[in-house]
């Protein structure tokens, strides 16, 4: 199957054992989707539409190691590193997060495709969370030190206002 828009050729899979749920995948440079056999060719046509933009996304942000990314970060600012660092798909209103406590920072995989600085900024901010839980006086003062802010944040606020992401 073709569909308008999407990178990758589709593939439909109906299951007999399959009841409610939906379920797709990369695969071999194809889209897989599997589906119940009953399902409506509208319904798959809705599914595709949420699934496949968030299967390409994850295809592009592959290659970028956020591992290296902030430990390189967190070496050039003097910030702890964090216990984990992963790319995530269902982050649609932030750019990221962290989980103070344990650690754990998520970058939305909507940013795969953005420039360097704009990336750097989005893990830089979420170190900066590592030693300052809030946005107070602290934390803007550790983040004063990437000279590129102002030009990040004005991309991020860019992307956001026109939905380009």
């Given at each position: 199957m073709t569909v308008e828009g999407v990178d990758?050729?589709?593939?439909i899979v109906r299951s007999a054992r399959r009841k409610k749920t939906v379920q797709a995948r990369l695969r071999d440079g194809r889209i897989e989707m599997r589906v119940p056999a009953g399902m409506s060719d509208r319904e798959i046509q809705h599914h595709l539409a949420a699934l496949v933009p968030r299967l390409e996304r994850q295809h592009r942000a592959a290659p970028v190691d956020l591992i290296e990314r902030a430990e390189r970060l967190a070496r050039r600012f003097d910030l702890?590193?964090?216990?984990?660092?992963?790319?995530?798909?269902?982050?649609?209103s932030r750019w990221g997060s962290c989980t103070f406590d344990a650690g754990a920072i998520r970058i939305s995989d909507r940013l795969a495709e953005v420039p360097?600085?704009?990336?750097?900024?989005?893990?830089?901010?979420?170190l900066t969370h590592l030693v300052e839980s809030d946005h107070?006086?602290?934390f803007r003062a550790l983040m004063a030190r990437y000279r590129q802010a102002d030009k990040a944040e004005g991309y991020l606020m860019a992307l956001s206002r026109h939905g380009l992401v």
């Open positions: 990758h050729p589709v593939d702890p590193r964090p216990h984990t660092i992963r790319w995530v798909s269902n982050q649609s360097d600085f704009v990336l750097d900024y989005v893990v830089l901010h979420e107070g006086p602290g």
